[in-house]
């Protein structure tokens, strides 16, 4: 019954998603263009992919290119309820990392609970990815840093100095992940970045 009646106003879920192209990253750094979780999101999405790819190719590896696409294009979902906490605030000591912790999982549970009971099932092991996804979460969380260290080189690209520390943060983050995909995009794919659209031509 109070399913029901619950398909009578209609599920959520959806509509709360579209709501990630309101939610601003980098919210203690002056941008020369404002960066939102979507378009951070679908970015991430597509570098996971390119590293699975990569460990597949030429590691030996054996992890699905498309499930990294996915579990890097949910990866932020959260932050439609919580909003982006700023990293330095984020991450201050391990009490308030674990309270923030806490409060995402919440948020996880509430988007969860604008589905359909039928649906639950497949959306939480996307938004809670379980022990058995590691080896992907781990491409993922460097694909995140890849994303971060991108936008850093194109606001230094816009002449703003704002991100030159967070660009060498960020290198070095990657660096300890130990992840030899991650590397290989760095080497032969990040330059690009740093080109006009001409000299990628």
Not at 7 to 36: D, P, Q, V
Not at 55 to 83: C, S, W
Not at 117 to 127: F, G, Q
Not at 170 to 176: D, F, G, I, K, T
């Amino acid at each position: 019954m109070e399913q029901e009646a619950q398909s009578m106003k209609g599920y959520h879920f959806y509509a709360m998603l579209s709501r990630m192209k309101y939610i601003n990253r980098w919210g203690l750094m002056r941008n020369t263009r404002e960066e939102n979780i979507c378009e951070h999101s679908l970015e991430v999405a597509m570098i996971a992919h390119s590293l699975a790819v990569l460990k597949n190719q030429r590691f030996g590896g054996k992890v699905n290119p498309e499930r990294a696409a996915l579990l890097g294009m949910f990866h932020d979902a959260a932050e439609i309820i919580t909003g982006d906490l700023p990293t330095p605030v984020k991450y201050f000591n391990s009490e308030i990392r674990a309270a923030y912790q806490e409060v995402e999982n919440m948020a996880k549970d509430r988007l969860l609970s604008m589905l359909p009971e039928d649906l639950r099932p497949v959306y939480e092991p996307l938004l809670s990815p379980g022990e058995e996804e590691q080896e992907i979460l781990h491409l993922v969380k460097a694909a995140d840093k890849i994303s971060a260290l991108i936008k850093c080189i194109e606001e230094k690209s816009m002449g703003n100095a704002e991100f030159c520390q967070a660009e060498l943060a960020l290198r070095e983050a990657v660096s300890r992940l130990r992840c030899p995909e991650a590397d290989c995009f760095l080497n032969e794919f990040l330059p690009s970045y740093s080109l006009t659209l001409d000299e990628q031509e």
